[in-house]
């Protein structure tokens, strides 16, 4: 996960598909299938999450956490944001769950980049801004700091999320002075 929302798709692609092949524990298929997804390869995020359907049908945290997220981040990847909103509503609930797999507040990072990618940065702020408010749950992961971009003013310039998140930033000057 940490290699795909770092843009390093080359990597991030060898991880998920070595990790495909492998034998997988049931949290581990979720976290694939968003790696997949969020990489850009959503045939295969999709057809994971079809299997992960199947074999928890029933599964509450799989039908309202980790599949809208999966579901969600393939819409976004897909240039459809609105549908990847509406597909994360009922993740709200459970956003401070933790379903053992993708349990950083993905949901909530998703949706923010959703927002972002309407132009609806006052939305995105308050989907980011609760993942400042609760290091706990974002402290060791990429999303904790994608959502706390001063946190890179010393970054190498060269990271593709960097320059992305530098150009999404200076796009969004209604924002800038709020902090």
């Known amino acids: 996960m940490s290699e795909a929302e770092a843009e390093n798709l080359p990597q991030a692609l060898q991880l998920a598909e070595r990790g495909v092949k492998e034998p997988q524990h049931c949290d581990t298929r979720p976290i694939l299938a968003l790696a997949l997804a969020r990489s850009g390869h959503t045939a295969q995020g999709e057809a994971l999450a079809a299997s992960i359907d199947r074999t928890a049908p029933v599964s509450t945290l799989v039908r309202n956490y980790l599949l809208p997220t999966i579901q969600a981040a393939i819409q976004i990847h897909s240039n459809n944001p609105s549908e990847a909103i509406k597909l994360l509503e009922p993740t709200r609930r459970y956003e401070f769950a933790r379903p053992g797999s993708f349990e950083d507040l993905y949901p909530v990072y998703i949706r923010g980049l959703a927002y972002l990618q309407i132009g609806q940065g006052p939305l995105a702020k308050i989907e980011f801004q609760k993942l400042l408010d609760h290091p ?44």
């Open 136 to 179: 706990g749950f974002t402290g060791h992961d990429v999303i904790g700091a994608l959502s706390h971009l001063d946190l890179w003013k010393t970054a190498d310039p060269e990271i593709p999320i960097y320059q992305r998140a530098k150009a999404e930033y200076a796009a969004l000057p209604r924002l800038q002075g709020t902090r």
